[in-house]
């Protein structure tokens, strides 16, 4: 009797073994999917909005009619943040660009990290979703400090990987212009969820971008300077 429920609590304890290893490989497999759906989507994009840039002469033709495209966008609260008086606006000479329903304002790669993504002109919920955002800031490209902010899903997608970079590299900003501006990193730290002085610091005119995300605890933001070269 003994060795007959003996033998039952290891068959009970088999099955559940069995179904966490098999929940597990399920949860793992969609998530690879996910990952390399979302990339694959991106980079599609990507290509599109470069074969919609116009060349430069076209750009000067046009920027005067396609000026603050964007216009304001109001904003909710994101991460913490109340960004409701936040608004974004944009210039630019090309034809207007959606990426799962959102305006691309350009896109960004970090080859420290391996990612390219577009780069939305609304932070919302369901946009960071799918990709980074612009949160605050002049725009893409122009002086002052342009606020781009990302999930990180500890998965390598987005900005999952930002704690990985360091003073010295490189990050790249392409705009509806089609400028690609190369910027190089000199501060990266962590913070409070709560803090927000990052946002308005003062450029002295230079272009910069701050990258922000969460920690993997999700407690506090990894945050990165990088000014243009």
């Not at 995300?213 to 243009?228: F, L």
Request: with cysteine; aromatic share 10%.
């Amino acid at each position: 009797m003994f060795d007959s429920k003996y033998s039952d609590i290891l068959t009970v304890i088999l099955v559940v073994v069995i179904i966490a290893i098999i929940g597990l490989l399920g949860f793992w497999a969609y998530d690879v999917y996910t990952r390399n759906s979302t990339n694959k989507d991106a980079l599609n994009a990507i290509n599109e909005f470069e074969d919609n840039i116009p060349d430069k002469e076209e750009n000067t033709t046009n920027n005067n009619t396609t000026n603050n495209i964007i216009g304001n966008v109001a904003k909710p609260t994101v991460n913490g943040i109340d960004t409701g008086a936040i608004s974004n606006t944009t210039t630019g000479g090309g034809t207007v660009q959606t990426y799962q329903g959102f305006v691309m304002l350009g896109y960004i790669e970090i080859p420290k990290t391996g990612i390219k993504y577009p780069i939305l002109a609304e932070t919302t919920k369901k946009s960071i979703e799918v990709a980074v955002a612009m949160y605050y800031g002049p725009g893409l490209n122009k002086p002052g400090n342009t606020v781009i902010v990302g999930h990180n899903y500890r998965n390598g997608m987005f900005f999952s990987d930002n704690a990985k970079i360091s003073v010295g590299d490189k990050i790249y900003i392409t705009d509806l212009d089609g400028n690609r501006v190369t910027y190089i990193v000199y501060n990266t730290y962590e913070t409070t969820a709560e803090d927000a002085e990052y946002m308005e610091r003062d450029t002295n005119g230079a272009m910069e971008i701050t990258l922000a995300t969460c920690t993997d605890d999700v407690q506090g933001r990894i945050v990165i300077w990088a000014r243009a070269e």
